[in-house]
């Protein structure tokens, strides 16, 4: 029966930009599991219906990201028992999408560096949701003035690292002419206690006023040098090493002929 059913542990939730999966243990064997959503105020939605993993996408599930959610991960065998028998089931931490979905990296899509002035446009990570004309809603239209962005920045091959704020998808900010400087963007929402910082763009670089040195380090100049060292001796090598092998065959002719004409 139902109460021998063993039930879900380690139930956790694990979501960016909006997109949630639901995950949790044992594997089952000889039962299944069926996920169901509970929000505070909105109706109970069920998701995997009888599955055999251990984890579900939830995401279509929690459209009201500012709602409190619970999970009830329900242990069922795999035909229907009778209808007054509850089935074992264990209940999640309670999860609000708005508060804490982490952003995910930021898309830089263009940078520069002219004179005194740092350019870094971006693009904010898309959500899963859909507006009415079939696009994908970004995590900006959701959080709208709360969403932050920070460009950290610093001269190449330096540990000094300084950082501006912006809520728009561009920075510009006044850097050392002739410095190669790198980057990068993090989303941030100031408003929450808890995972305020999102995730860190691709770490780009400018190459201004970088030399061979800076762009390919000493390491592989080095390797170059002991080839071209290695080049220069076998070209002065081989042709002393041929023409001796030259004189010495041309000088054992001599001597072959020399013996036959004696014989």
């Known amino acids: 029966g139902y109460e021998e059913l063993p039930t879900a542990v380690n139930i956790t939730w694990s979501s960016i930009n909006f997109k949630t999966i639901l995950q949790w243990q044992p594997k089952p064997s000889g039962y299944f599991y069926t996920v169901e959503i509970h929000g505070r105020t909105s109706d109970i939605k069920r998701k995997c219906i009888?599955?055999?993993?251990?984890?579900c996408d939830v995401t279509d599930a929690l459209r009201d990201v500012n709602e409190t959610y619970t999970a009830h991960i329900l242990s069922v065998m795999p035909v229907e028992m009778d209808n007054f028998e509850e089935p074992p089931f264990a209940v999640s931490e309670k999860f609000i999408p708005y508060g804490q979905t982490v952003i995910g990296k930021p898309e830089i899509k263009d940078f520069s560096q002219k004179g005194s002035k740092l350019n870094v446009v971006f693009k904010d990570p898309l959500t899963p949701y859909i507006f009415p004309?079939?696009?994908?809603?970004?995590?900006?239209?959701?959080?709208?003035?709360?969403?932050?962005?920070?460009?950290?920045?610093?001269?190449?091959?330096?540990?000094?690292?300084?950082?501006?704020?912006?809520?728009?998808?561009?920075?510009?900010?006044?850097?050392?002419?002739?410095?190669?400087?790198?980057?990068?963007?993090?989303g941030v929402i100031p408003s929450r206690r808890e995972n305020?910082?999102?995730?860190?763009?691709?770490?780009?670089?400018?190459?201004?006023?970088?030399?061979?040195?800076?762009?390919?380090?000493?390491?592989?100049?080095?390797?170059?040098?002991?080839?071209?060292?290695?080049?220069?001796?076998?070209?002065?090598?081989?042709?002393?090493?041929?023409?001796?092998?030259?004189?010495?065959?041309?000088?054992?002719?001599?001597?072959?002929?020399e013996l036959l004409n004696g014989v």
């Open 196 to 257: 305020r910082t999102g995730q860190e763009s691709t770490v780009l670089c400018t190459s201004v006023g970088r030399n061979i040195f800076d762009e390919y380090g000493t390491e592989v100049f080095i390797i170059i040098a002991v080839i071209a060292v290695a080049v220069i001796t076998l070209a002065i090598v081989l042709p002393v090493v041929l023409c001796k092998c030259k004189k010495a065959k041309k000088a054992r002719a001599v001597r072959e002929k």
């Open 50 to 55: 009888l599955t055999s993993e251990t984890e």
């Open 133 to 186: 004309n079939g696009s994908f809603r970004s995590i900006r239209d959701i959080f709208q003035d709360n969403l932050e962005y920070k460009l950290y920045y610093w001269k190449d091959q330096s540990s000094g690292k300084k950082d501006v704020t912006t809520k728009s998808c561009e920075f510009e900010v006044s850097v050392d002419s002739g410095k190669s400087y790198c980057f990068y963007v993090q």
